[in-house]
């Protein structure tokens, strides 16, 4: 079974910076690419970034392209985003997935499992 549980969101003002942490016990967890993706109130769940199984690969949404930094430690099943330069917009519910089909690692569809997600919100 899998099983992710986000860890590390909470309030920051607008410049901060947060660490979310994404672990899992399943083998899956490490040998599959791992994506994160946020929800803001009102609006549809869109990707953030997403790293390939040896970390080889680093794919970025543009509007957090230089601000945040996504890596993983597959020895402890464990995911990270590191947001920096926070603004605003950052808002929302973050989640970790694991992408189980083929198809564009931006879209949301080719996830399989989720976590129960992180709030993270940036004050002006």
């Known amino acids: 079974q899998v099983h992710l549980v986000e860890s590390g969101g909470g309030l920051v003002q607008t410049g901060g910076s947060l660490r979310l942490s994404c672990a899992n016990s399943?083998?899956?967890?490490?040998?599959?690419?791992l994506g994160w993706f946020r929800q803001a109130p009102g609006k549809e769940r869109e990707f953030v970034a997403a790293?390939?199984?040896?970390?080889?690969?680093?794919y970025y949404a543009d509007s957090v392209k230089g601000r945040f930094t996504i890596s993983r430690d597959n020895a402890n099943n464990t995911m990270y985003l590191q947001m920096n330069s926070l603004k605003p917009e950052d808002t929302g519910v973050y989640y970790c997935?694991?992408?189980?089909?083929?198809?564009?690692?931006?879209?949301?569809?080719?996830?399989?499992?989720w976590g129960q997600g992180a709030q993270v919100t940036v004050s002006s």
């Open positions: 790293i390939s199984r040896s970390s080889t690969s680093r």
């Open positions: 399943a083998r899956t967890f490490s040998t599959n690419t």
């Open positions: 997935a694991v992408k189980y089909n083929t198809g564009s690692t931006y879209r949301e569809s080719e996830y399989k499992y």
